[in-house]
């Protein structure tokens, strides 16, 4: 099982398993120990430049298919591996510190973790 939720969220011991940061950059204000972060795999978060497209009105459909591109880079494809198996291994919970993981990058990287 795949979860994507806030990282300000409290994790959930029981039902949260392995919390994966999926932000190239820390959140504000939180300290590690409140984010109960197991993994931050960067070579797995949106480049620099990407993340300034899409705030910069970017749309969700091309943001999507550019995030994509870049997570077929050598470095990601171990990466994305290594979270498969983790996921296959138990509960996996891909945090972010955005106000709406359900339409962001994480969503993305879950739909592609749990896909065959």
Do not use: C, N, Q
Not at 6 to 21: F, I, K, Q, S, T
Not at 56 to 61: I, M, V
Request: no cysteine.
């Amino acid at each position: 099982m795949i979860r994507v939720r806030r990282v300000y969220d409290p994790p959930e011991p029981g039902a949260d398993g392995v919390r994966v940061l999926v932000d190239r950059l820390w959140p504000r204000g939180l300290s590690k120990a409140a984010a109960a972060v197991d993994e931050w795999p960067r070579a797995l978060t949106p480049s620099a430049e990407l993340r300034k497209w899409f705030h910069a009105g970017g749309s969700p459909e091309e943001f999507r298919r550019r995030y994509e591109a870049e997570l077929g880079g050598a470095g990601a494809a171990a990466e994305l591996a290594r979270l498969r198996a983790l996921a296959g291994a138990g509960p996996l919970t891909l945090v972010t510190a955005v106000r709406d993981p359900g339409a962001s990058h994480a969503a993305v990287l879950a739909e592609l973790l749990a896909a065959p």
